[in-house]
């Protein structure tokens, strides 16, 4: 069974530039998570979807961060402008809908430098 | 509101046993999780536990739940140098949403 699947693996950008990052879950997974892990944090909830619809953005910075999952399968992580904080690893993950499944599945990771 | 702590680092000996200790604070706590994560990797899930269960056990890994006390631990046996990780401890509530708490994660130093 394929994993959840993220590009680009890395990306370094300046600040105030745009970064996108993909997402590709395990298949027939219903629910989608966006976490942020900061170097030496445990990561942190941005976004969760079930389905095409929003769970969860209250972690999300609204400001410069966006994420769509229009079909309900694939995701598109966006951050414009990007800030020196923003270095981070965004971390995708997917899990069967709450009720039907308890194991959430992480993939490798984007790791975002801003310079 | 919910937080998860872990001490920050363990170092133990090949072929010793490793704890790694999780203190949590949601009480509606339905599942517990240990992810590891290698050096430029991504989480991988280890073994989680459901909150009316006091034990588990899978091969080398021991997960022990104190649910009275809100702490969680994990005992690796026979720790290899391949262990050396870090392990993040993760709680789940018991809102419909599914989402995980991290702790902040404990590096584990595995000594030849």
């Known amino acids: 069974e394929a994993g959840v699947a993220q590009s680009p693996r890395y990306k370094i950008i300046e600040k105030r530039q745009s970064v996108a990052f993909w997402c590709n879950p395990i298949?027939?997974?219903?629910?989608l998570y966006w976490y942020q892990q900061i170097l030496g944090q445990g990561p942190k909830l941005l976004i969760q979807?079930?389905?095409?619809?929003?769970?969860?953005d209250s972690q999300l910075p609204k400001d410069r961060f966006s994420a769509e999952r229009l079909k309900g399968v694939d995701s598109t992580l966006k951050i414009q402008p990007a800030k020196l904080e923003d270095s981070a690893v965004y971390l995708c993950?997917?899990?069967?809908?709450?009720?039907?499944?308890?194991?959430?599945?992480f993939g490798e990771g984007s790791w975002l430098t801003v310079v | 509101g919910e937080d998860v702590e872990q001490s920050l680092f363990l170092s133990v000996r090949e072929g010793d046993s490793s704890v790694i200790n999780c203190t949590y604070t949601?009480?509606?706590?339905?599942?517990l999780y240990w992810y590891k994560q290698e050096p430029g990797a991504g989480l991988q899930l280890l073994t989680y536990?459901?909150?009316?269960?006091d034990m588990k056990q899978d091969q080398r890994l021991t997960v022990l739940l104190n649910k009275k006390d809100k702490h969680l631990s994990l005992r690796i046996a026979d720790t290899q140098t391949g262990d050396s990780a870090i392990y993040f401890c993760?709680?789940?509530?018991?809102?419909?949403?599914?989402?995980?708490?991290f702790g902040q994660g404990t590096t584990l130093q595995v000594k030849p």
């Open positions: 993950a997917s899990s069967l809908e709450p009720g039907r499944g308890n194991t959430i599945y």
């Open positions: 298949s027939g997974h219903a629910t």
């Open positions: 979807f079930q389905n095409n619809g929003v769970v969860d």
């Open positions: 949601d009480s509606s706590s339905t599942y």
């Open positions: 536990i459901f909150s009316n269960m």
């Open positions: 993760a709680e789940k509530g018991s809102s419909n949403t599914g989402k995980l708490i």
